[in-house]
């Protein structure tokens, strides 16, 4: 799961630490403690802007605890009880929010973020609420979207990348029937990342998890039923994670990639032209696909809420904030603004993602949203593979679902 792993599930694997900067603080020196499982570039990335906002706010210091990924939820849920829990933290969102709302881990933001001067620069989905109240904030995304092979277009007579699924369609029939390259490289796997590829399909006609059903979802598994048959992807799409298929793209055998914005980097190894553009759109719909990335968060118990509000507005919120994370990091940033900078402005391929990064759908509010996507890959990897019928595909992810959310409490948004 190593692409869903970089949007949704980072994961670290080492021991806690903590800032040398926070432990020696003077005395009247503010102290919050930051809870995170970065790692890599993301951790360098925020190293660096905590030294620069203490710089500039020097009675307060920020200690960031390293913990490990795996085991965040557990020690979160337990540090309600102690009070000894984080000023602020970072969480896969997709999954943890409803626990750790449910838990009372997290601090209502709702009157803070609505008094925040540039919340308008940032779209609705940014703000993750239960019961109207805000819990959680997302600062920057990662998404899917279509990266191309032009050498491999050009050579099929096709003159642009596909903006809609039946242009798209068409593109593969082209590819295919030229025999000499191959249409599309994929996730199909039984996880979380086929059900990721797989779900814009239908987010693009308002299908989502909390309204899995109808004839809308029989057809989109009739659709990839199709490609599977007509050879546009191969058989071994069915266990294909991101990565794998990511290097099946890279070969460059293949005319389509379906990934994340996360191999913008990797593409510039690629040895054959390409470019990028957004999932195409089904038709009568738009494109729309889900996004992946952390919260961010201030801790219930916090005893300096207004400081780690401070920080979370500089660090993570500002414009500088969302700038350097895509430079440092790939990740894209929610803040419109900030697609005017110079090297997002002149980067043509991370373009059609910062599109789609104002309209993603929203994930389901529910404790059991993990088991809804899992469900979902599990029966479009059967269906690609040919274990299962489309039809038998459709009505066995309708049902897992439903049971899945119904498991999580019934609600859903």
């Known amino acids: 799961m190593a692409a869903v792993a970089a949007s949704l599930l980072l994961v670290a694997t080492g021991c806690t630490m903590s800032n040398d900067s926070a432990a020696n603080a003077p005395a009247g020196t503010t102290t919050l403690k930051f809870w995170n499982y970065y790692t890599g570039t993301q951790l360098t990335w925020l190293q660096a802007q905590t030294k620069k906002f203490e710089k500039a706010n020097p009675k307060i210091k920020v200690d960031l605890v390293q ?34 709302v449910a838990g009372g881990v997290m601090k209502d933001m709702t009157s803070m973020w609505n008094s925040y001067q540039d919340k308008a620069q940032y779209p609705s989905t940014a703000a993750w609420k239960t019961n109207g109240k805000v819990y959680n904030l997302m600062s ?61 399909q239908l987010l693009g006609l308002g299908v ?102 401070k920080y979370i507005q500089s660090v993570f919120l500002s414009k500088d904030a969302a700038e350097t994370s895509f430079a440092q990091t790939g990740s894209i940033p929610l803040r419109k603004d900030a697609s005017d900078t110079q090297a997002i402005k002149t980067n043509t391929y991370v373009q059609p993602f910062l599109t789609a990064a104002q309209k993603t759908g929203t994930w389901p509010n529910n404790p059991k949203t993990a088991d809804m996507q899992t469900s979902l890959g599990k029966a479009i990897s059967s269906v690609i593979s040919g274990q299962q019928s489309a039809s038998a595909g459709a009505q066995s992810a309708i049902d897992t679902i439903k049971k899945a959310k119904a498991s999580g409490g019934g609600t859903c948004k």
């Not at 849920?77 to 409803?98: K, Q, R, Y």
């Open 67 to 100: 913990v490990v990924g795996s085991q965040q939820d557990q020690k979160l849920l337990a540090s309600v009880a102690t009070g000894n829990g984080p000023d602020v933290l970072i969480n896969n969102i997709v999954v943890d929010n409803p626990t750790l």
């Open 140 to 200: 920057y995304t990662n998404l899917i979207g279509l990266y191309y092979n032009k050498d491999i277009l050009k050579a099929s007579g096709i003159d642009s990348p596909p903006t809609t699924l039946t242009e798209f369609q068409d593109d593969m029939a082209k590819v295919t029937a030229g025999g000499t390259y191959k249409a599309l490289a994929e996730s199909g796997a039984p996880t979380v990342e086929g059900a990721w590829l797989f779900a814009p």
């Open 208 to 309: 989502n998890y909390c309204n899995f059903s109808g004839k809308k979802v029989t057809t989109a598994f009739d659709r990839v039923a199709g490609w599977s048959k007509k050879g546009y992807i191969p058989l071994s799409t069915a266990t294909w994670d991101q990565n794998t298929a990511w290097q099946q793209f890279m070969t460059g055998k293949y005319a389509f990639g379906l990934n994340g914005n996360w191999q913008l980097g990797n593409v510039k190894s690629a040895k054959f032209a390409y470019g990028t553009t957004e999932f195409p759109k089904p038709t009568d719909g738009t494109s729309t696909v889900y996004p992946g990335g952390e919260g961010i968060a201030i801790g219930a118990k916090s005893k300096h809420p207004a400081e780690a509000w």
